[in-house]
């Protein structure tokens, strides 16, 4: 078994053909494990552009390194998300997934980006881990639902100036739940009996209901 798969390996038509190319052999491999560089060899740029969401399966780890990852203009769909999306939360859970950035990650949104998904779009987990990314020139930054067990942390929406709303949304059947250090953007959430708050400069433990603990959100 090797220790991961390198998506410059498994060159397809675009670079969301590509990287799901390397998910799939790192799940024939059993490694579950896949590393994005910094350098496309497709494109032979720094840059690697997402037509359509990478979808990941459950137990697996997608390691960005020092990486751009970018949506073209006039695309829609979310850069990354999670195979069960889309599935009856009664009937299926992916989990234990981990999104972890090295160096400067970011994750770009493209121009005429209203109507456009969030850049990271996760539902019916149980097991979440994402760190250390930039999320710029996006509306929709972070969307969670029906996510158990996550741990979000050092993601900062400071490319994000002309569209302040941008940042992380915790909407209903999401608990046991911890978000710290996030920089230029708002946590909403809507587990709140009361609606949806937006926190912004909490320096402290925020506790909301379904324990989820949210600190150090700073504009």
């Known amino acids: 078994m090797r220790e991961y798969i390198n998506a410059n390996e498994t060159l397809r038509e675009n670079d969301s053909e590509t990287i799901q190319h390397a998910i799939r ?10 590393i994005i560089p910094r350098y496309s060899v497709r494109t032979k740029s720094m840059k690697w552009t997402l037509p359509k969401a990478v979808a990941l399966p459950e137990r697996f780890t997608l390691v ?5 990852l970018e949506r073209p203009a006039g695309a ?4 990354l998300t999670n195979e069960a999306s889309n599935a009856d939360p009664a009937m299926q859970s992916a989990g234990d997934l981990v999104i972890y950035g090295e160096g400067n990650v970011s994750l770009c949104g493209g121009e005429n980006d209203a109507e456009a998904a969030p850049l990271l779009f ?9 760190e250390n ?3 710029e020139r996006c509306r929709q930054g972070m969307t969670l639902s029906d996510v158990q067990n996550a741990f979000i942390r050092n993601i900062d929406f400071c490319g994000n100036l002309e569209t302040p709303e941008a940042g992380i949304d915790v909407r209903p059947g999401c608990g046991s739940m911890l978000i710290e250090n996030v920089t230029g953007g708002a946590v909403r959430t809507e587990t709140d009996p009361e609606g949806m708050q937006a926190l912004r400069n909490a320096d402290g433990w ?4 379904n324990d989820v603990r949210i600190r150090n959100i700073l504009n």
């Open 122 to 130: 996760f539902q019916n987990v149980s097991g979440l881990r994402i």
């Open 64 to 68: 960005l390194d020092n990486c751009v």
């Open 25 to 34: 052999l790192a799940l024939e491999d059993g490694c579950r494990k896949v």
């Open 206 to 209: 925020v506790t909301l209901p």
């Open 133 to 135: 990314l930039f999320l």
């Open 76 to 79: 829609k769909d979310s850069l």
